[in-house]
């Protein structure tokens, strides 16, 4: 059609394009007419500009709008509407002067255009200057008007005014009523939007699409804030089911529920609160699926975590012939980054990651193949799938060819280091961010502050930095924090209270936690994790009070790390029984326990096993063998827990055997059972008894089952992992296979302090002093700081030499480090007493500034080993008399030193009072230590009676401190019944044959004495 029209025809096919809603025929019409009708009459031209505004095309519209010679209040409402809708609002609000400037008054529909445009853009003030202008001109009444004065209000936030708007209507139809119910559901005022919906059905007002699509968004924001309540406030589950059912059936008696925007709002609605069945029946309702109901059901899949369903939601979106959108694949991807997550393979036999780094490939080809890869939210959700994944190559590669890169994106692969441990790729990548420009939010410093956190676990590994240039990260990343106003922020004060706790700085991570404006359970399990960092497990008890004083409940997280503090008290608690019962922590442990029924977590596999960890430390074994057999379902971990409560107890072969048991249920053995069961194996190999569950010595067993162990954790490439390398070291070195040990602690590319120790262990234990101080001077050279572990073995070792020099070596060490500690203290006198160098273990007795018990144990046993009694009997009354309680280990060595220098009196007054004075029950060596008393005394009267009245069993010390006083006093008759019992309490013990030898001999006895089958 070449000719131009009329003007009135022009003017026909318009109307009919419009009121059809043909834009595409509107806007040919319009160039047509541009092209013929080079002037064109005012009514046309008008209307012109109304047609193109209407078809978006703005330029046009404006270039004809200046053209005009007159304008009617139809083109100023049409330019102004373009503009407001087409991205211009703030260019629509300004065009309003320049129309009153023309002597054109506004319509009606003239506001409603200008208080949309307020609306879009959220300027409160001049959406109230025109509402102030609707009144003066008489539009107070308009229903449009006041409608859209609604939905602005709502927009810009004042729900009060919109309200005030809404109650002064003098009568309000759908559009009203949907106004306000857009207000509510916008600003997140999910109940209030309830019930307004609920009045304007007891009202009679008839609903419309619309209606329901905002009561289900008012549904979904109550739904959002109740998964942020803390769980003592959420409302139940039912209640939300219950409220979105009844909106299911309002929408179906008015045929809506198969629209499929209302239909697919529904899916994802009922999914929200976990309506898995009512969310599907949503979708198969719906008349037609076009791609957003299948994005609709895909989503609440992921949103639960059911990653096998919502890829065969994927797939049969391509079956269906749909072309999936962006949404729709990071939907996949999501479900991709669920399915790596799983432990359990669930699509092939294959690896969960595996299976979903294919899949994921596959997603993210598919949507290249639609030009959908351009989307930043697609790229960052392609780019986590591969970190999820362990594929950091490809999520790299993702980053770096994004066209586009947004906060999220940066975020994403911070994230993704901090995921797969690439601790400093995360530092740099936080740095490089800064470098281009971009300002980090707070989840970017919540990133970089979790890979300072991690970093510190590492801090004692060769090649890792230290705690010292940690924290002087650490407080880099505070102080900018601050100075962008987000230090405050929840998430980062939560992150700055662990990464303070993780440096050791504790005070630093109580300001931290004090400076946040409130806590939630996130931040009190943070504090709470950095005490139990720092071994202080009685404070972690007191802030667990304080929180649940303040009404937090606990998640699992919070209650395991207070279990694991209850556990740190059994460790320092003497046990009170046989049994090994740490009643103190026993009874905590117990009221913890009934805490986890309160909280409804008492079959939280987590929580139980760390329940289960501290029975077994407190000695409980009935208990922890109780919550054992009450796991719904056992997984490695609880085994692995089983097992490490009976190494915790030194039932290294009731361990052995539940870890037979559980290969025969096909269970896998990971990293962290290997670790235990090879302890079980160091435990068996310290004993001396023989073995019940194979014929041979416990040492040669605990070696086979240790080399078993470690071929399966070659096979399974765990070997190299360092906490089981360091305990396959120590198994070796308990076994005496020494070379074994040396070759493990070769290969091991990462060692770390426990390593060293191990090593170093070993080589004392069997007696190879000076390997183990070599490797000790060699482990100064790797500039490995020491800890006590290493001093104590290093100083057995120079003890055991005799050198001197060393221990004063040791000292200056440990001097100079502040590690004044107990044990170490002690081990330095015993050192000093083995090297006959009493005045320098009183020397450094009387140096220290607390006084240890352990310390003045050592010094009386160092000078009872020299024959010393009277100095070990001094050293007694000076405890006495400064207020320290001796314990059994005390009157051990003191009665032992009677016993050797023959000072019978005082021996026997010190075992009285042991009983008497301190409360101390006498256990067997204590009997064996005052029978020896007696017995070299030459009195076996006494002895006689002291073996009557024994409360106990006698165990083997006591039978052969006996047969050597009989060797002295050659008394053959009680050497044979002290013979005799030894038996009984060890039949194959070769040293109560060479005694009673010895009897014999001196006796002028001949006859030979046979000794175990087998020997001569």
């Known amino acids: 059609m070449d000719d131009a029209l009329s003007a009135s025809t022009y003017m026909l096919l318009l109307r009919t394009c419009n009121q059809n809603k043909f834009l595409q025929g509107s806007r040919q019409i319009c160039t047509h007419a541009l092209q013929h009708k080079p002037k064109f009459p005012e009514f046309l031209g008008n209307y012109l500009v109304i047609s193109l505004a209407k078809c978006g095309a703005i330029e046009e519209a404006c270039s004809i709008f200046q053209a005009l010679p007159s304008r009617t209040v139809y083109s100023w409402t049409a330019i102004i509407s373009a503009h407001a809708f087409g991205g211009y609002a703030k260019k629509a609000l300004d065009m309003q002067k320049s129309m009153v400037e023309d002597g054109v008054n506004l319509s009606s529909h003239t506001y409603v255009s200008l208080i949309k445009a307020c609306g879009i853009i959220e300027d409160l003030q001049k959406g109230r200057e025109l509402h102030a202008e609707t009144r003066m001109r008489g539009f107070a009444s308009d229903i449009y008007v006041n409608s859209t004065l609604i939905s602005m209000y709502g927009k810009c936030g004042d729900i009060a005014e919109a309200e005030s708007v809404f109650v002064e209507l ?364 720092q071994g202080q497990g009685a404070k972690v008890l007191k802030l667990y009070l304080q929180m649940l004083e303040e009404s937090i409940r606990p998640d699992n997280l919070a209650l395991v790390i207070v279990l694991q503090a209850c556990g740190i008290l059994a460790g320092k608690e003497v046990p009170v029984n046989e049994k090994g019962e740490k009643t103190m922590a026993l009874e905590i442990g117990r009221a913890l326990h009934y805490d986890l029924r309160t909280f409804m977590l008492e079959f939280d596999n987590f929580v139980c096993t760390a329940l289960l960890n501290l029975y077994g430390k407190c000695g409980a074994m009935i208990e922890a063998e109780n919550v054992f057999m009450s796991f719904v379902s056992l997984d490695v971990v609880s085994w692995s827990a089983m097992l490490s409560a009976y190494v915790d107890q030194n039932c290294g072969e009731k361990a052995l055997l539940l870890y037979r048991q559980m290969l025969q249920e096909g269970l896998q053995v990971d990293a962290v059972t290997s670790v235990v069961v090879l302890q079980a194996c160091s435990a068996l190999a310290e004993s001396e008894r023989t073995l019940v569950i194979a014929r041979n010595t416990r040492k040669t067993a605990a070696l086979e089952i240790g080399r078993a162990v470690h071929a399966d954790a070659y096979k399974k490439q765990f070997a190299y992992d360092l906490a089981v390398g360091n305990t396959i070291i120590n198994m070796y070195g308990n076994c005496g296979v020494l070379s074994e040990a040396e070759h493990v602690f070769g290969v091991l590319n990462i060692r770390n302090i426990v390593t060293w120790n191990a090593m170093i262990a070993a080589y004392a234990e069997q007696g190879e002093d000076e390997q183990a101080l070599m490797l000790f001077k060699e482990m100064h050279k790797h500039c490995i700081t020491a800890d006590e572990v290493t001093l104590i073995f290093a100083l057995k070792a120079s003890c055991s030499m005799g050198c001197l020099d060393v221990c004063h070596c040791l000292y200056f060490d440990i001097i100079c480090a502040g590690r004044e500690t107990s044990s170490l203290s002690a081990s330095l006198i015993h050192a000093y007493g083995r090297c006959a160098s009493l005045k320098d273990a009183t ?174």
């Open 170 to 533: 003098d009568q309000r139809n759908v559009i009203s009523w949907n106004a306000m119910l857009s207000a509510y559901a916008k600003q997140a005022k999910g109940r209030e939007g309830l019930q307004c919906y609920r009045q304007m059905q007891e009202e009679g007002m008839s609903s419309d699409q619309h209606t329901f699509l905002f009561a289900l968004h008012a549904c979904s924001s109550l739904i959002d804030q109740e998964k942020g309540f803390s769980t003592e406030r959420q409302p139940s589950r039912l209640m939300s089911v219950e409220i979105v059912q009844s909106l299911y059936a309002d929408a179906q008696r008015k045929g809506f529920t198969s629209d499929v925007f209302v239909g697919s709002t529904f899916v994802r609605v009922f999914g929200k609160c976990g309506a898995i069945t009512e969310a599907e029946h949503a979708f198969q309702s719906l008349s037609q699926c076009n791609v957003v109901s299948w994005t609709a059901i895909l989503a609440t899949y992921v949103e639960h975590e059911i990653a096998t369903n919502a890829l065969h939601v994927y797939r049969q979106m391509h079956v269906e012939g749909l072309n999936p959108d962006g949404l729709a694949a990071i939907g996949a991807l999501q479900a991709c980054i669920s399915l790596a997550e799983k432990k359990e393979p669930l699509l092939s036999k294959k690896p969960n990651k595996l299976v979903a780094l294919e899949i994921g490939q596959a997603v993210g080809a598919d949507a290249c193949g639609n030009n959908a890869t351009t989307d930043v939210l697609l790229g960052t959700a392609l780019l986590t799938m591969f970190g999820k994944c362990g594929a950091i190559l490809e999520a790299e590669h993702t980053f770096v060819t994004m066209s586009e890169r947004s906060y999220v994106s940066w975020n994403a692969l911070l994230s993704v280091y901090v995921d797969q441990g690439h601790l400093e790729k995360t530092l740099h990548l936080f740095w490089q961010m800064q470098m281009e420009g971009m300002h980090p939010d707070q989840h970017a410093f919540v990133s970089a502050l979790q890979a300072v956190c991690s970093l510190a676990d590492y801090e004692d590994i060769e090649g890792w930095p230290n705690k010292t240039m940690l924290l002087r990260i650490g407080y880099g990343l505070h102080s900018d924090a601050r100075k962008k106003g987000i230090s405050s922020d929840v998430f980062v004060g939560n992150t700055l209270v662990s990464m303070y706790g993780k440096c050791g700085v504790i005070a630093e991570a109580e300001q931290a936690f004090l400076a946040m404006p409130f806590h939630n359970v996130v931040s009190w399990t943070a504090i709470l994790s950095a005490y139990l960092e």
């Open 843 to 1016: 020397s450094f007795l009387n140096e220290l500034s607390e006084f240890h018990l352990g310390s003045w144990n050592a010094c009386i046993t160092s000078y009872a080993g020299e024959g010393d009694c009277t100095s070990s009997l001094f050293l007694l009354e000076e405890m006495k008399l400064m207020g320290i309680k001796p314990d059994g280990l005390t009157f051990i060595s003191v009665i032992s030193a009677c016993s050797h220098t023959g000072i019978v009196v005082e021996g026997a007054e010190c075992f009285m009072s042991m009983s008497c004075a301190f409360r101390i029950v006498p256990e067997g060596k204590h009997y064996g230590s005052i029978v020896d008393l007696f017995a070299r005394a030459g009195d076996f009267s006494r002895v006689n009676s002291l073996l009557k009245s024994m409360p106990m069993p006698s165990d083997e010390s006591v039978w052969l401190c006996l047969l050597g006083a009989c060797h002295t006093h050659y008394n053959v008759e009680l050497a044979k019944y002290a013979f005799d019992h030894a038996l009984m309490v060890q039949p194959k013990h070769a040293a109560a044959y060479v005694a009673l030898s010895n009897v014999y001999a001196y006796a002028g006895i001949q006859d030979a004495i046979c000794g175990p089958k087998g020997t001569n």
